[in-house]
């Protein structure tokens, strides 16, 4: 069912999808405003707090496979913008908007900890705009407003990483390299949409499809597809194209790290299957372009050398950094198989992954907040004087390998089902012995946790303040209550799949 | 109390204990051992309980909550997982109480912890015995790979590290390159992973492509130690002699040759294998296992990594019993679970009150220990003639089992082979009684100041040395107890 609003809708429910972009978007310049720290943090969660119940609202709303269409200033669509809302974006929505919630209790103290405390509004300021942007990228229903609001992502996360250099400088380099390839991709994508604009006169993406149902052969439409998806691996880090990303990762400060790790990348992958299954027909990107023969190697390729690179790291967040390439790996070979059951899998890996590396990075953090640095031996010994926040790492890693009663061993389950539902038996074997690279790079910073003698330095730490724990806890308790109970998580890939297959429900 | 209910209370009870350990920490040692006792004598009860109420059937099963659909946490009471239970629950009374006199006989560090991971290994061991299908078991057998890792690390030394890195890395990756797979493959041919009687494979696969599955699992359970996955248990022997005596002699070892039984009856099915000879290699393989570690055993000075040898040798006397594919060989199987489980933990918790008392860990150092230690050395000798297999002792029954076994089948060899490794067995573990009751030590043990260990570390095992004695007079029971396993509905 297709439920229509606009600014002439009646009540506030029906603006939930403009609201739900609007209010973090506004209380960005109030935080630079009110020119207080304080304040400005408790802008940026209360902004973000609403943006989650608007988009758990949503959720509900949609969770059946309805679909709502807003449009912005009552303008008509393929005219005017239309935001257009059904179980894949609201699924994206309520992702993005409930981690920030559950980041931002955190980020007080750690921010407090890593960035000066005269930048601090600013930082507020930028993360919400990076907030605004994502959930914009992802609640938009028009081709260009998705490269407006990837730009104002963009330009707040160079701002974001590029803060880290309190701790080292290198987070300046880190910045600027991805400003480069961040700049390359959001310009391949316009041109890929003006290609698609040039072709079919319409922005709007149910439109596009309409108009573009006859015509594969068009070669407008086809260069428009490689820019489009050139542009946005880079923002999603497919390997070959995810060289900004460990650095990034790496040299930012630990709340964005952990916001940009679970969100970012994912919300840019979203983007790849709408352009994907929605816009394209999945039969003009496989069957035409055997797309699968580019997709599925690449990703397989990801899965293998990451992992590996990850293995040799001795700083914890650049190996958590390649691990996320290695996940994202997985993900695009959910796509590359282009069925319903492995498009499923990969909407539930983004949700599960998501969770399970912002608990990671949230420690790792934690772990630099008192140790002073995440290099793997300035951790030696930290389980015993960190007690609450290792066991979380443990948890957050088991649930990265995959070990079953934890969320990660379900989205490879669903994964390699879909393989064999494919008859890649190869294929399934290898996805299970790649788990085991997780498992050494995992192990081998659990043992700097608990099997290395503490140094003089390390016996004096004490476990981190309780509005940092809480947050770690909260979702490495989610860890597990996915991996145990998939009902909600499975049904809502399923529809959200299904969504995305069928043009975004028409 | 409802079956289900103490299935469950038997698993939430080490757990509570699990918490209190952590809770308690370093400080009031007494109640915190305390309550892990009066904890492990619950678990028992549960287990018993379990027993009174269900008897020698297979029992229904109760799902506790679904995954994915078909995906379920499920239990069912069989015969030869609470076989599994009640041995495991019974002997962590035992080794519990050997555990504290020593762990602190021996001054170790970081009691709470051992003893906490020890609890959860427990918890996890009941869940693996009662489970339902092959998920569950999977899920639990990885929880217990996971809770047993500090206790294998436990000194923290840099050898200490190695050895739980292998073993470690060996379980996980055994089980997450070959089992999982298994698992899966099993799931995406039958449409179900439930444990059912006559298998669920029966017909799905060729024969060809059942003895490949079977490899997947055959090598998946690296608990079972088969080899050329046999590395892990002779590492795993850096962890302190209670770990050795309960985790390696019982609960983890035998979790992975369970598992191997369960697979064998209730996933192929015995018949199955029996008709399409799926199974015949694994027997030579077991065969070759049970030869090969004796072999290396005798080549072993240091005793406990001699005892891990004898171990992989006799966990494939189990396999074996599973790869004959008859009911007498799962029944021989079933029962060297409990004659094995009782003679190894004898010899495990002497030879950690031989260290206790002397701190020697090499055989060669041991000579005229017996006459200061003569009830260690007399519960040694009676758990190496039961691992021998001689009357009147218990493993005398499981190695006649499997003997009837093999010539049911025809396999005269496999007799051959249970009759040399016999006398193998005789030819590593009786030297260290002799030289420790017959020759003398240059430097007189007794004015050395050499004494009997701690009370707590020597009537453990001559408390599970008669239970061997007993073992031999009730294993009749037992094999009552089992038959419903491989009765044909």
């Given at each position: 069912m297709l439920h229509v609003a606009g600014?002439?809708?009646?009540?506030?429910?029906?603006?939930?999808p403009m609201?739900t972009i609007?209010?973090?978007?506004?209380?960005?310049?109030?935080?630079?405003?009110?020119?207080?720290?304080?304040?400005?943090?408790?802008?940026?969660?209360?902004?973000?707090?609403?943006?989650?119940?608007?988009?758990?609202?949503m959720?509900?709303?949609v969770?059946?496979g309805d679909v709502l269409s807003y449009h912005m200033g009552g303008w008509e669509p393929p005219l005017g913008i239309e935001y257009r809302i059904d179980a894949a974006n609201a699924f994206m929505l309520?992702?993005i908007?409930?981690?920030?919630?559950?980041?931002?209790?955190?980020?007080?103290?750690?921010?407090?900890?890593?960035?000066?405390?005269?930048?601090?509004?600013?930082?507020?300021?930028?993360?919400?705009?990076?907030?605004?942007g994502l959930l914009g990228v992802v609640a938009t229903g028009d081709a260009f407003n998705i490269f407006v609001f990837l730009e104002i992502s963009s330009?707040?996360?160079?701002?974001?990483?590029?803060?880290?250099?309190?701790?080292?400088?290198?987070?300046?380099?880190?910045?600027?390299?991805?400003?480069?390839?961040?700049?390359i991709g959001a310009t391949f994508f316009v041109i890929g949409i003006g290609f698609l604009y040039m072709a079919t006169g319409t922005l709007n993406l149910a439109d596009l499809s309409v108009r573009m149902a006859n015509m594969e052969g068009n070669r407008t439409i086809q260069a428009a597809f490689a820019f489009i998806i050139v542009g946005m691996g880079l923002k999603a880090?497919i390997?070959?194209l995810?060289?900004?990303?460990?650095?990034?990762?790496?040299?930012?400060?630990?709340?964005?790290?952990?916001?940009?790790?679970?969100?970012?990348t994912k919300a840019a992958i979203y983007v790849l299957m709408r352009f994907m299954f929605s816009v394209y027909q999945p039969d003009f990107v496989f069957e035409l372009h055997t797309l699968t023969?580019i997709i599925?190697?690449?990703?397989?390729?990801?899965?293998?050398?990451?992992?590996?690179?990850?293995?040799?790291?001795?700083?914890?967040?650049?190996?958590?950094?390649?691990?996320?390439?290695?996940?994202?790996?997985?993900m695009m070979?959910g796509i590359g198989?282009a069925s319903k059951?492995s498009l499923s899998?990969t909407i539930?890996?983004l949700?599960?992954?998501?969770?399970?590396?912002?608990?990671?990075?949230?420690?790792?953090?934690?772990?630099?907040?008192?140790?002073?640095?995440?290099?793997?031996?300035?951790?030696?010994?930290?389980?015993?004087?960190?007690?609450?926040?290792?066991?979380?790492?443990?948890?957050?890693?088991?649930?990265?390998?995959?070990?079953?009663?934890?969320?990660?061993?379900?989205?490879?389950?669903?994964?390699?089902?879909?393989?064999?539902?494919?008859?890649?038996?190869?294929?399934?074997?290898?996805?299970?012995?790649?788990?085991?690279?997780?498992?050494?790079?995992?192990?081998?910073?659990?043992?700097?946790?608990?099997?290395?003698?503490?140094?003089?330095?390390?016996?004096?730490?004490?476990?981190?303040?309780?509005?940092?724990?809480?947050?770690?806890?909260?979702?490495?308790?989610?860890?597990?209550?996915?991996?145990?109970?998939?009902?909600?998580?499975?049904?809502?890939?399923?529809v959200a799949a299904e969504g995305l297959l069928n043009g975004g429900g028409k | 109390?409802?079956?289900?209910?103490?299935?469950?209370?038997?698993?939430?009870?080490?757990?509570?204990?699990?918490?209190?350990?952590?809770?308690?920490?370093?400080?009031?040692?007494?109640?915190?051992?305390?309550?892990?006792?009066?904890?492990?004598?619950?678990?028992?009860?549960?287990?018993?309980?379990?027993?009174?109420?269900?008897?020698?059937?297979?029992?229904?099963?109760?799902?506790?909550?679904?995954?994915?659909?078909?995906?379920?946490?499920?239990?069912?009471?069989?015969?030869?997982?609470?076989?599994?239970?009640?041995?495991?629950?019974?002997?962590?009374?035992?080794?519990?109480?050997?555990?504290?006199?020593?762990?602190?006989?021996?001054?170790?560090?970081?009691?709470?912890?051992?003893?906490?991971?020890?609890?959860?290994?427990?918890?996890?061991?009941?869940?693996?015995?009662?489970?339902?299908?092959?998920?569950?078991?999977?899920?639990?057998?990885?929880?217990?790979?996971?809770?047993?890792?500090?206790?294998?690390?436990?000194?923290?030394?840099?050898?200490?590290?190695?050895?739980?890195?292998?073993?470690?890395?060996?379980?996980?990756?055994?089980?997450?390159?070959?089992?999982?797979?298994?698992?899966?493959?099993?799931?995406?041919?039958?449409?179900?992973?439930?444990?059912?009687?006559?298998?669920?494979?029966?017909?799905?696969?060729?024969?060809?492509?059942?003895?490949?599955?079977?490899?997947?699992?055959?090598?998946?359970?690296?608990?079972?130690?088969?080899?050329?996955?046999?590395?892990?248990?002779?590492?795993?022997?850096?962890?302190?002699?209670?770990?050795?005596?309960?985790?390696?002699?019982?609960?983890?070892?035998?979790?992975?040759?369970?598992?191997?039984?369960?697979?064998?009856?209730?996933?192929?099915?015995?018949?199955?294998?029996?008709?399409?000879?799926?199974?015949?290699?694994?027997?030579?393989?077991?065969?070759?296992?049970?030869?090969?570690?004796?072999?290396?055993?005798?080549?072993?000075?240091?005793?406990?990594?001699?005892?891990?040898?004898?171990?992989?040798?006799?966990?494939?006397?189990?396999?074996?019993?599973?790869?004959?594919?008859?009911?007498?060989?799962?029944?021989?199987?079933?029962?060297?679970?409990?004659?094995?489980?009782?003679?190894?933990?004898?010899?495990?918790?002497?030879?950690?009150?031989?260290?206790?008392?002397?701190?020697?860990?090499?055989?060669?150092?041991?000579?005229?220990?017996?006459?200061?230690?003569?009830?260690?050395?007399?519960?040694?000798?009676?758990?190496?003639?039961?691992?021998?297999?001689?009357?009147?002792?218990?493993?005398?029954?499981?190695?006649?089992?499997?003997?009837?076994?093999?010539?049911?089948?025809?396999?005269?060899?496999?007799?051959?082979?249970?009759?040399?490794?016999?006398?193998?067995?005789?030819?590593?573990?009786?030297?260290?009684?002799?030289?420790?009751?017959?020759?003398?030590?240059?430097?007189?043990?007794?004015?050395?100041?050499?004494?009997?260990?701690?009370?707590?570390?020597?009537?453990?095992?001559?408390?599970?040395?008669?239970?061997?004695?007993?073992?031999?007079?009730?294993?009749?029971?037992?094999?009552?107890?089992?038959?419903?396993?491989?009765?044909?509905?």
């Open positions: 600014v002439s809708g009646l009540t506030i429910i029906d603006q939930l609201l609007v209010v973090p978007m506004l209380a960005a310049p109030l935080c630079v405003l009110f020119g207080n720290r304080h304040i400005a943090w408790l802008l940026a969660f209360l902004a973000s707090v609403f943006s989650f119940l608007f988009a758990t609202h959720l509900l709303q969770m059946d309520f992702l908007s409930g981690i920030s919630t559950i980041v931002l209790p955190y980020a007080r103290r750690s921010v407090a900890h890593e960035i000066k405390k005269v930048s601090h509004t600013l930082f507020y300021c930028c993360y919400l705009l990076c907030f605004t330009l707040s996360t160079y701002v974001l990483i590029a803060m880290g250099a309190e701790r080292d400088r290198r987070a300046l380099t880190s910045a600027y390299d991805y400003l480069i390839l961040g700049t880090a390997y070959p995810h060289l900004w990303l460990p650095g990034a990762y790496t040299y930012a400060p630990s709340v964005v790290t952990t916001f940009l790790a679970a969100t970012a023969w599925m190697p690449l990703a397989i390729l990801a899965i293998f050398a990451a992992s590996l690179i990850a293995i040799f790291q001795t700083d914890l967040k650049r190996l958590l950094a390649y691990s996320s390439v290695a996940q994202i790996g997985y070979l198989l059951s899998a539930v890996h949700f599960n992954h998501g969770i399970t590396k912002a608990v990671l990075f949230m420690v790792v953090g934690a772990y630099v907040m008192r140790a002073g640095s995440s290099f793997a031996n300035n951790l030696n010994g930290l389980g015993k004087q960190l007690p609450w926040t290792s066991a979380a790492f443990v948890i957050g890693g088991l649930s990265l390998i995959g070990v079953p009663g934890t969320a990660g061993f379900i989205s490879k389950w669903m994964l390699i089902q879909s393989v064999l539902e494919a008859d890649l038996w190869w294929l399934a074997i290898m996805l299970v012995i790649s788990s085991l690279l997780a498992v050494i790079y995992i192990w081998k910073t659990v043992e700097v946790l608990y099997l290395k003698e503490p140094d003089v330095s390390t016996l004096a730490m004490k476990e981190v303040p309780l509005s940092m724990l809480l947050p770690i806890w909260i979702l490495a308790i989610a860890c597990i209550y996915f991996g145990l109970n998939t009902e909600w998580t499975l049904s809502m890939a399923d | 109390m409802e079956t289900l209910t103490a299935i469950i209370a038997a698993m939430a009870i080490p757990m509570i204990a699990f918490i209190s350990n952590l809770m308690h920490g370093d400080e009031r040692p007494n109640l915190r051992d305390g309550i892990t006792f009066i904890a492990a004598l619950a678990t028992f009860g549960c287990v018993l309980t379990v027993l009174m109420n269900e008897g020698s059937v297979i029992g229904s099963t109760h799902t506790i909550f679904t995954v994915i659909s078909g995906l379920d946490v499920a239990f069912h009471v069989e015969p030869l997982g609470l076989l599994f239970a009640l041995i495991a629950s019974g002997l962590w009374v035992v080794v519990h109480m050997y555990a504290i006199g020593y762990m602190r006989g021996n001054k170790e560090k970081n009691h709470a912890r051992f003893y906490a991971a020890f609890c959860l290994s427990i918890s996890a061991t009941i869940g693996i015995a009662f489970s339902a299908n092959m998920f569950s078991l999977f899920l639990f057998y990885e929880i217990l790979t996971i809770a047993t890792y500090p206790l294998v690390a436990h000194k923290g030394t840099e050898e200490a590290k190695q050895g739980a890195r292998v073993y470690v890395g060996t379980l996980l990756g055994t089980s997450i390159g070959f089992q999982l797979i298994a698992i899966i493959w099993t799931y995406t041919v039958a449409g179900t992973l439930d444990f059912t009687q006559g298998g669920i494979l029966q017909g799905k696969v060729s024969p060809m492509l059942a003895m490949v599955l079977l490899g997947f699992f055959a090598f998946g359970i690296g608990k079972a130690a088969l080899m050329p996955f046999h590395k892990w248990l002779p590492s795993a022997m850096v962890a302190p002699t209670p770990v050795s005596a309960l985790l390696h002699a019982v609960a983890v070892v035998k979790a992975g040759v369970f598992t191997m039984l369960k697979v064998g009856v209730y996933i192929f099915g015995i018949d199955f294998l029996a008709e399409t000879k799926a199974s015949e290699w694994l027997m030579w393989l077991a065969a070759f296992s049970i030869l090969a570690a004796s072999l290396v055993a005798m080549t072993k000075d240091n005793l406990k990594a001699r005892l891990a040898y004898s171990t992989v040798s006799q966990l494939s006397y189990i396999t074996l019993g599973m790869a004959l594919a008859t009911s007498m060989g799962v029944i021989g199987g079933g029962l060297h679970i409990a004659m094995h489980a009782f003679g190894k933990i004898t010899l495990f918790m002497c030879a950690g009150a031989i260290y206790v008392a002397t701190h020697k860990t090499e055989i060669k150092q041991m000579t005229g220990l017996g006459r200061v230690m003569p009830f260690t050395y007399g519960a040694f000798f009676i758990g190496a003639l039961s691992i021998i297999g001689l009357p009147p002792l218990g493993g005398s029954w499981s190695k006649w089992q499997l003997m009837v076994a093999s010539a049911d089948t025809g396999h005269l060899i496999m007799i051959g082979v249970l009759m040399l490794s016999s006398l193998l067995n005789v030819a590593y573990l009786l030297p260290i009684v002799a030289k420790g009751f017959f020759l003398t030590d240059e430097k007189n043990n007794a004015e050395s100041g050499i004494r009997e260990a701690p009370f707590w570390c020597v009537v453990p095992p001559v408390f599970t040395a008669i239970g061997c004695i007993a073992l031999f007079i009730y294993a009749g029971d037992i094999q009552e107890f089992l038959m419903p396993l491989v009765e044909v509905k």
